[in-house]
């Protein structure tokens, strides 16, 4: 075996070195061993990090208009942002006083450098804000900051302060858990010292709130007045003091009445109690739950992130651990439970062990099969191949810094049924020369694998050049998917390697052919027989092959055409059976906290009877603990009185006989009507199974004159009403809430000697109240304020303005009753932008129909009866992400088929051979479509992938194929008994290669997202392989038998 042998290709040489080297061996050790330790330390995740850099800008403009705001503040600040590069959407929200500039940048952006830039941009252009606006605040909104874990405190007995207090005890003791951010407490109410005045007692000492707020502000004093020099040594001085106890803030002197002190607590009812907040959270609990007691009662919920790139299994298990302590060390008392009512960490690590569990089945299936087909030794050799390849790959992953989740792991099943086709025919080829008898059986193998050296590489690289160009597909599913164009291509280059040097030195040790193995000539055997049955006619008899070829081609049109006429439908994704939905309640602008509190009871009432609810939360006028798609949801915003969220948790999805799709399709009706007696709008959101989008359907309406085009949503929401199975209306047009202007008379005010401001400061404390100062207590874990109004009876209307005072520097008292007059009016609604554009919104959702097809008919509906002109409809949504991806997978597809094409022509040195072996491709749409339509599977984008993975797989059979029948063409046979006798010898091998991809991907052909990709496999691979045997020959014959020296057959 020394000898030299220049007619070795790579293949061959690897083989020759590696068979009888100890290093494979040692190769095998080390890569066993980096494949653990990839296992057990590369971050767990339910699915892949996409960085999307993005943030909101908040700008105050006291007492200006909507229209004054986006004039002054939006449309300046908008075109500042836009200035940026890198950015793909500006958004604005003006409104009263307020505007918030929402900017996001492309995905993959880098993230601190575009907030860098973002904040230097704003702030270098501060001196063109109006002077009475604030300071812009901004914030980023990171995915990074997205609970984790969310701990819901709740008891019988105590109320939401003192469960407020508990959470901030529990809350000081997670966040020290190393790797944990974005600690958060939401629901309860603050510990605060409530200063409530006697409008009487005021009045009769002559005194207003803002006299009082002064007394309480110097009383809470301490400041360093210098030192003494005491024996050499410097004795440091302080003087006054801080305020420490409610008895304290009682007894501050506020007046100087008659001779006598008057103090606080003689004008005032003083108590350290809580906060008065307009929210409310609630726990309950449903049939499904283990609870005996499943009453509402209050509760407050601790949510904590993780940093990015940590492993989420075990931040969350060391968060949950430290509950359990917390329980048994008294810091979350009895009476007081603790419900985990988000652990995203349980839910990444079941989706990796369920994954994990079908990768290791689709292992074991394969190795069954080739058991069946070769026998134990062989199986056994590829079994050995299997693991070295995922090892390997897996430590690639953790190298490039990718993280182990449900992407990662469908994309190591999708490549399962690929890698062991290079396993499979280096065994099988080293078996069947076995068979001939060979004497020396190290040579046999080495020359069995430089046989197939050539044709194995070239049709493993039209896989990975298959898989390469969907990693340029944009957006947010670009990251979403990033694993499989890494991790296939990766593991197709590896699983090539471990075929040329670990499967020779298997195959050279553990095959064994024995005597009575000895080979039958092929023509005597009954595979040769019935595929010379089959091929000869259509070889030799032109009419026989016209007619072949012409039945295939019908079949072709008819499968591709059956999208269109919805035998096959169109999805972006299908729904994912999550064990959690969100209820989202919208009363109309202005209803009062307890309105929207009352009809959230109700519909909380009838959640707890739903039989697989465990538990829901209930937040009223506070937003809900945020998720990934309430990011873009706008989430985070939904703190005012009018809104509330109910997150609603399932049994687990293997405990329920019905689907979270399934649940939310019965229970949405019952909602919708409990909503109307209220006028609210309740809609029941999912949790997207792939990149979330504001709404899933979203139109957009453009033109010159804003009230007209909020004239026209109304046709839009008439529109979306009349479409099938389209849900959950709404708009961004809201009713107008009323307002009252309090108009102070500037005459009568300074003939009293008072400013306009300090009339305002009054009303303040007045009417909302206001915190004057800060209690100085060290064991509390928030400040503790001090608050200060007038009763609830003297501020409930704009009559009882005669029982509010102001105080001149003359020290006449007047009520501001006499300073101000009340006019009546209305808000302004909120003006939305997006990129410098103004625009009105509508937005729906879907039931049990996919988006496109929803927004075709509405796109038929308005080219009938189309707007005004100048008013434009723009779609987005999951219609726009559906469209970007199925492009952007469309475009994936051309490129790798011209990447094939180049690759093929470069083998062969012909244009025509190529355009015959890239005939497998469309052979495989004869299985899929009606395959599709018989099980009922939708044309999703993981279908799409699916189909993208068969135009590189289809191709590699058909390589081997033929470059069998070029080998016999080279040795003198006809044309006709090359094709038949390749096309024998190479049917066990592509066959099996089949079975093999097709076994590995049935195992999550039950997952509701990826069994597209499956089915499209399955079906695929079944009708190519079959007719890949028959079809490809026969164009070959056509193309290039010409060529062939012919004789009789």
């Keep these: 075996m020394e000898e030299k042998n220049d007619s070795m290709n790579f293949a061959g040489r690897l083989a020759r070195y590696f068979i009888n080297s100890q290093l494979t061996i040692l190769l095998m050790v080390f890569v066993t061993f980096f494949g653990l330790l990839a296992l057990v330390i590369t971050p767990r995740e339910e699915n892949p990090q996409i960085t999307v850099p993005a943030a909101n800008v908040f700008v105050q403009y006291p007492g200006a208009s909507a229209k004054e705001v986006e004039e002054h503040i939006s449309k300046p600040m908008e075109a500042l942002i836009w200035e940026l590069p890198g950015v793909e959407y500006v958004y604005s929200v003006s409104m009263d006083s307020l505007s918030i500039v929402s900017v996001r940048f492309y995905v993959g952006e880098h993230k601190e450098n575009s907030l860098v830039r973002l904040y230097d941009k704003i702030m270098s252009n501060l001196d063109r804000k109006p002077e009475m606006a604030s300071q812009p605040i901004v914030k980023p909104v990171d995915v990074d900051d997205v ?42 109410r603050k510990r605060q010292v409530n200063v409530v005045f006697d409008p009487e007692k005021v009045s009769q000492y002559n005194l207003n709130a803002q006299q009082i707020a002064a007394a309480i502000s110097i009383s809470n004093s301490n400041l360093p007045v210098g030192d003494f020099p005491k024996d050499d040594i410097l004795q440091f001085v302080e003087t006054g003091d801080f305020l420490r106890t409610a008895e304290d803030v009682g007894n501050v002197v506020v007046a100087n009445y008659g001779g006598s002190l008057v103090l606080l607590k003689d004008i005032a009812q003083v108590e350290d109690g809580f906060e008065d907040t307009n929210a409310k959270t609630r726990i309950g609990f449903g049939p499904a739950a283990k609870e005996q007691d499943k009453s509402e009662r209050s509760a407050v919920t601790v949510a904590i992130a993780k940093k990015r790139g940590l492993n989420a299994v075990v931040i969350a298990d060391k968060i ?334 293997a405990d329920r006989p019905r689907s979270s799709e399934e649940i939310v399709l019965a229970i949405r009706p019952r909602l919708h009507e409990m909503g109307k007696p209220f006028n609210a709008n309740i809609k029941v959101l999912e949790d997207p199974p792939g990149p979330p989008v504001r709404s899933t359907l979203v139109a957009e309406i453009y033109g010159p004159d804003y009230d007209k085009a909020r004239e026209l949503a109304t046709d839009v929401k008439n529109a979306f009403a009349g479409t099938s199975e389209v849900t959950d209306i709404d708009d961004t047009v809201k009713e107008k809430t009323h307002k009252y202007y309090l108009k102070v008379d500037k005459e009568k005010a300074t003939y009293l000697g008072v400013s306009t401001e300090d009339i305002v400061r009054e009303l303040r404390v007045g009417v909302n109240g206001a915190v004057v100062s800060t209690l100085h207590v060290t064991d509390a874990k928030t400040p503790v304020g001090i608050f200060m109004r007038y009763p609830e009876g003297s501020r409930s209307s704009p009559d009882d303005l005669d029982k509010m005072y102001i105080k001149s520097p003359q020290g006449v008292i007047a009520p501001l009753s006499e300073l101000v007059s009340i006019i009546p009016g209305e808000i302004e609604r909120p003006l939305y932008h997006k990129n410098l554009e103004p625009v009105v919104y509508v937005f729906g959702e879907m039931g049990d129909r996919g988006s496109v097809y929803a927004v075709l008919d509405m796109i038929i509906h308005f080219w009938k009866n189309p707007l005004p002109e100048g008013y434009t409809i723009v779609w987005d949504g999951e219609w726009k992400l559906t469209w970007d991806v199925m492009r952007d997978l469309g475009m994936a597809m051309v490129v790798a088929v011209v990447l094939i094409y180049l690759i093929l022509v470069g083998r062969f040195r012909s244009f025509m051979i190529p355009l015959v072996i890239m005939g497998s491709i469309p052979l495989a749409m004869i299985g899929i479509m009606p395959g599709f339509a018989l099980v009922g599977v939708y044309l999703s984008a993981t279908s799409m992938i699916g189909i993208i993975a068969l135009s590189g797989i289809v191709v590699r059979n058909s390589i081997v194929l033929l470059e069998f029948i070029l080998d016999k063409k080279n040795e003198g046979a006809t044309v006709e008994d090359a094709i038949i006798e390749a096309g024998a010898i190479r049917f066990r091998p592509i066959a099996l290669t089949a079975a093999a991809a097709i076994l590995g991907s049935a195992v999550i052909a039950a997952d509701p997202v990826w069994s597209g990709l499956s089915w499209a496999l399955i079906f695929g691979m079944t009708a190519s392989t079959a007719l890949t045997l028959i079809v490809i020959p026969v164009l070959f014959f056509m193309v290039d038998g010409k060529n062939w020296g012919r004789k009789d057959v």
């Design 320 to 653: 949950i651990d430290r509950v359990e302590e917390l329980k048994k060390s008294g810091v979350i008392p009895q009476g007081v439970e603790a419900h985990i009512t988000r652990n995203d960490g349980e839910k990444a690590n079941h989706a990796v062990n369920e994954l994990v569990f079908h990768l290791v089945i689709s292992i074991l299936v394969v190795v069954a099969l080739l058991y069946f087909a070769l026998g134990w030794r062989e199986s056994m050799i590829v079994a050995i191949a299997i693991p070295l390849t995922l090892f390997v790959t897996l430590g690639v992953g953790m190298v490039y810094g990718q993280t182990i989740n449900r992407i990662t792991l469908f994309a190591l099943i999708l490549s399962l049924g690929l890698l062991v086709d290079d396993a499979i025919v280096v065994v099988e080829n080293i078996y069947r020369h076995y068979k001939m008898g060979a004497q020396d059986r190290m040579k046999s193998a080495i020359e069995a694998v430089n046989e197939i050296g050539s044709p194995t590489v070239l049709a493993t690289l039209t896989v990975i050049v298959a898989f390469i160009p969907m990693a340029f597909v944009t957006g947010m599913m670009g990251p979403y998917m990033a694993p499989i164009p890494f991790n296939v291509p990766v593991a197709m280059l590896v699983s090539l390697a471990v075929a040329f040097i670990v499967t020779p030195w298997a195959s050279y040790r553990l095959i064994k052919v024995h005597d009575d193995h000895s080979a039958q000539p092929l023509a005597g055997q009954k595979l040769y027989k019935k595929y010379r049955e089959i091929m000869l006619p259509l070889l030799t008899d032109y009419r026989k092959r016209m007619k072949f070829l012409t039945i295939v081609l019908v079949a072709f049109f008819v499968a591709i055409a059956m999208p269109m006429v919805q035998l096959v439908k169109f999805r972006m994704l299908p729904k994912a059976n999550k064990n959690t939905f969100l209820v989202t309640i919208d009363m109309p602008n202005g209803t009062v906290h307890e309105k929207s509190d009352e009809l959230a009871r109700a519909v909380g009432a009838y959640l707890a009877k739903v039989p697989e609810v465990t538990d829901y939360e209930t937040f009223v006028g506070v937003g809900s603990v945020i998720d990934f798609n309430g990011l873009l949801r706008g989430s985070s915003f939904r703190n005012q009185e009018h809104f509330a969220d109910i997150r609603v948790n399932l049994s687990d999805k």
């Design 147 to 188: 609970p984790l874990v969310a701990v819901t405190l709740s008891s019988k007995t105590e109320n939401d302060g003192e469960l407020r207090k508990t959470a901030e005890d529990v809350l000081d003791y997670l966040r020290r858990i190393p790797g944990t951010a974005n600690p958060n407490i939401i629901g309860g």
